[in-house]
Structures are given as structure tokens and as C-alpha cells.
């Protein structure tokens, strides 16, 4: 079975422009959390999913950040407009178990904000 | 306001020896703990949990230890081979929510 699928990979923008990730998370799994990694402050929950509704958002930064999950199979993370402390990875993790369980995380978006 | 705490950022150890990871928390609501492992390039993988009825699991050369009085957990490898140089992140949850607060993570370096 095909794990959380992430793109791109890497992402390098200047800063002003406008950046958007992607996920398609396991099938079947109905939970669905966006994660950024720093080196401060480790991974940070930005927003999380529950059957495509956003359930808290508490972790976003700013009004520059904005997630969107149109239906199951696929999510969004925007950042308008971008700014160099936004340079981090992004991670899209899903779950479909039990709450307090386990989660699969993508490989992760590399973004370099210059 | 970080609920999961690794205060060491990295650990470097002999191959053959124990590696002990460290990790405290503050929100007396979390039951459930879990540590992942990350390597470089990819995303963090599950690697071993633990349930606050329990102070101790172990699978294979892995163990974790809970003190809930002292809101502390601990991994121990045992013994620590190469391929664990990683970064290992502690996380925790309250067993009604979904959602996981991590910590920093630390990362293990094993000397061969």
C-alpha cells in the first residue's frame, strides 16, 4: 500500500511568493494533520483534519497560513505570502486508528524561503 | 509553549552500549506516549508506545519506561547499533484526542 504522499519535495521561493504543498494521505484514513519540523522547536501541529473538516487550527501561524482538504484524498498547506522564517519541512501525517494512536507521516516538503 | 520536552539535542554513543533518551512532559492529561524515529530525507516513523497504565514495554532491543509521578519517560536501546543513528522524537497524547504534541527530538549517533 502506497504511504502519505508529499510534493514537492523540495521547494526553494523568494520571499513574497506564494507557496503551496501537497498531500494525499493513506487511504481510508480519515484523520489528516499537517506538521512543520524546526530545529527549535521540533515538529509543531499546525492544523488537523477529521472526514475533510478542519478540527483545530490553533497551531497556524499566521493569516498567511491556510489549509484546505477538498475530499479524502487530498489536502493543501498555503503560505501567502511566504517569508524566509517559514524555511522549515513540512509534514503530512494520517491516521485512521484509535485516537491517541499511532500516525504515518509523508517523507516531507523542504521549503527554503530566500 | 512546549508540552514534551527533550532537553538533549544530541546523544552520542559506542556500538555495543546502552542508549538512553530522555523526555519529560507537563500536561498531566496525557495518557499515551509514543517515540518515533526519523532518519534524514524521510518522514519520522513509529518505532515504539506506551500507555500510562503501564510503566514499562519493550520490543526486542527497545524499551521505554514511564514515571507518571515525575511526568518522565525514558527509550533504552539495547545494544545500540549503527543503523539507530537518528533522530528520535518523543511524543505524548491525551487518549481522547487524535492529535500528538512532539518534542525536539534528539539525535543519536552511534560510534562503530
Known amino acids: 500500500d502506497a504511504g502519505v504522499i508529499q510534493s514537492p519535495r523540495h521547494e526553494v521561493t523568494e520571499m513574497g511568493q506564494e507557496v503551496t504543498l501537497r498531500c494525499k494521505p493513506i487511504?481510508?484514513?480519515?484523520?489528516l494533520f499537517w506538521y512543520r519540523q524546526t530545529m527549535m522547536r521540533g515538529l509543531e501541529l499546525l492544523i488537523y483534519f477529521n472526514n475533510n473538516v478542519p478540527i483545530d487550527d490553533s497551531g497556524m501561524p499566521e493569516d498567511r497560513f491556510s489549509a484546505k482538504m477538498p475530499n479524502a484524498s487530498f489536502s493543501t498547506l498555503k503560505i501567502q505570502p511566504s517569508e524566509p522564517r517559514d524555511s522549515a519541512v513540512y509534514f503530512c501525517?494520517?491516521?485512521?486508528?484509535?485516537?491517541?494512536?499511532?500516525?504515518?507521516f509523508g517523507e516531507g516538503s523542504r521549503l527554503t524561503v530566500l | 509553549d512546549q508540552q514534551v520536552k527533550q532537553n538533549s539535542p544530541s546523544l552520542s554513543v559506542q556500538e555495543g552500549r546502552i542508549s538512553i533518551l530522555n523526555c519529560d512532559y507537563t500536561n498531566s492529561m496525557f495518557d499515551y506516549f509514543l517515540w518515533y524515529k526519523k532518519y534524514p530525507a524521510e518522514g519520522p516513523t513509529f518505532l515504539i508506545s506506551?500507555?500510562?497504565?503501564?510503566d514499562k514495554n519493550e520490543d526486542g532491543r527497545f524499551t521505554v519506561f514511564l514515571n507518571k509521578s515525575a511526568k518522565h519517560l525514558s527509550l533504552h536501546i539495547v545494544p545500540s547499533q549503527p543503523g539507530d543513528s537518528a533522530v528520535y522524537f518523543c511524543a505524548a497524547s491525551d487518549s481522547s484526542d487524535y492529535k500528538l504534541s512532539f518534542g525536539a527530538g534528539t539525535t543519536v549517533t552511534v560510534r562503530a
Open positions: 501525517a494520517s491516521t485512521g486508528g484509535l485516537p491517541g494512536g499511532e500516525l504515518f
Open positions: 506506551i500507555s500510562s497504565i503501564k
Open positions: 487511504s481510508g484514513h480519515d484523520y
